[in-house]
């Protein structure tokens, strides 16, 4: 009989938070963060800096909870650190995407992480790609790519493209990295310097960015305990999905394990129509027949690559 590995029911849990993290992000910035003088890009400073310190609380409670595995040398604290570096730097690339398209239009682009970890994993674990299994990783692409496209006036958005596609490109080296470094050291140690390494980049951040402290500053003199109550709890899901999908990492096949992303278009397309239709002052989806369509299309293509993935093994 057939046996699922625990590693997909542990990447499939992490989709399911990474889509709340998602949904929570969108509303944070389309009710929040839309700045009067800035459409697109006000208040996205607010966010990366209130990520990446909340991420340090993460540190700390991995330290409460797993002090006596976490290595302190100096080559797990650096290359621990430069994890959540990488980690900074995609999610600043992935709110400045979706905060300028529909989440269903640009979260599905993330489906593009398998490609870029062929060659990392290649690199750095010495793991190696059957001919199907590349096919079935551009039809991944290619679903992206579909669903990327503006049907209506036959372009791109290429900015919001490249934006996720340098998100991708980051993620699939950060889960490699990590991998490595977790293989040596645990996953205490490299879910702890992951942290700290978001905490300095956003330290980094607010001092070397005017418009992200002064953003941040408001936040902070405004005490709205509504933005607060929901930035916490989307930071709660973002930390959990990571930290569960790392831990999946380590569990299964790199190259597999992202290809559980694939699922999270299906998952986020069901829900923001969902919430589209029945809650539609809280996101806002474009849910003509045409768009529709294009994003059935491309998403089907993505599911039936991934499957394709995942049997080629």
């Given at each position: 009989?057939?046996?699922?590995?625990?590693?997909?029911?542990?990447?499939?849990?992490?989709?399911?938070?990474?889509?709340?993290?998602?949904?929570?992000d969108?509303?944070?910035?389309?009710?929040?963060?839309?700045?009067?003088d800035?459409?697109?890009?006000?208040?996205?400073?607010?966010?990366?800096?209130?990520?990446?310190?909340?991420?340090?609380?993460?540190?700390?409670?991995?330290?409460?909870?797993?002090?006596?595995?976490?290595?302190?040398?100096?080559?797990?604290?650096?290359?621990?650190?430069?994890?959540g570096?990488?980690?900074?730097?995609?999610?600043?690339?992935?709110?400045?995407?979706?905060?300028?398209?529909?989440?269903t239009?640009?979260?599905?682009?993330?489906?593009?992480?398998?490609?870029?970890?062929?060659?990392?994993?290649?690199?750095?674990?010495?793991?190696?790609?059957?001919?199907?299994?590349?096919?079935?990783?551009?039809?991944?692409?290619?679903?992206?790519?579909?669903?990327?496209?503006?049907?209506?006036?036959?372009s791109f958005?290429?900015?919001t493209?490249?934006?996720?596609?340098?998100?991708?490109?980051?993620?699939?080296?950060?889960?490699?990295?990590?991998?490595?470094?977790?293989?040596?050291?645990?996953?205490?140690t490299?879910?702890?310097?992951?942290?700290?390494?978001?905490?300095?980049?956003?330290?980094?951040?607010?001092?070397?960015?005017?418009?992200?402290?002064?953003?941040?500053?408001?936040?902070?003199?405004?005490?709205?305990?509504?933005?607060w109550?929901?930035?916490?709890?989307?930071?709660?899901?973002?930390?959990?999905?990571?930290?569960?999908?790392?831990?999946?990492?380590?569990?299964?096949?790199?190259?597999?394990?992202?290809?559980?992303?694939?699922?999270?278009?299906?998952?986020?397309?069901?829900?923001?129509?969902?919430?589209?239709?029945?809650?539609?002052?809280?996101?806002?989806?474009?849910?003509?027949?045409?768009?529709?369509?294009?994003?059935?299309?491309?998403?089907?293509?993505?599911?039936?690559?991934?499957?394709?993935?995942?049997?080629?093994?």
């Open positions: 009989m057939f046996e699922i590995p625990l590693w997909i029911y542990i990447g499939l849990g992490a989709q399911l938070l990474w889509v709340a993290g998602n949904l929570f969108k509303y944070l910035i389309e009710t929040f963060f839309r700045g009067e800035d459409e697109y890009d006000e208040g996205i400073g607010t966010l990366v800096l209130f990520s990446a310190f909340f991420a340090v609380l993460v540190s700390a409670g991995v330290y409460v909870g797993w002090g006596s595995a976490i290595s302190f040398s100096t080559e797990s604290a650096l290359i621990g650190t430069g994890i570096i990488l980690n900074a730097m995609w999610v600043i690339a992935y709110l400045y995407a979706i905060g300028r398209s529909e989440l239009k640009t979260v599905p682009i993330f489906q593009t992480i398998p490609v870029f970890g062929f060659i990392f994993a290649f690199l750095l674990l010495g793991e190696t790609v059957t001919t199907l299994q590349f096919i079935a990783a551009s039809g991944l692409m290619l679903g992206s790519f579909v669903l990327s496209y503006n049907f209506r006036d036959g958005s290429w900015l493209l490249g934006l996720m596609l340098l998100a991708s490109a980051v993620v699939a080296l950060q889960e490699v990295v990590f991998k490595y470094v977790a293989l040596d050291d645990g996953f205490a490299s879910a702890f310097w992951q942290g700290i390494g978001l905490g300095l980049t956003g330290l980094f951040l607010y001092v070397t960015i005017p418009s992200y402290r002064r953003q941040f500053n408001n936040f902070i003199a405004e005490r709205n305990k509504q933005i109550t929901v930035s916490a709890i989307n930071e709660v899901f973002d930390n959990a999905a990571t930290l569960v999908f790392s831990y999946a990492v380590i569990l299964g096949p790199v190259l597999l394990v992202q290809a559980v992303n694939a699922y999270q278009p299906l998952v986020l397309f069901a829900i923001s129509y969902l919430i589209a239709i029945f809650f539609g002052n809280y996101l806002r989806e474009d849910i003509s027949v045409m768009n529709t369509a294009q994003k059935i299309v491309g998403i089907g293509i993505i599911t039936v690559g991934s499957v394709v993935l995942y049997l080629s093994v």
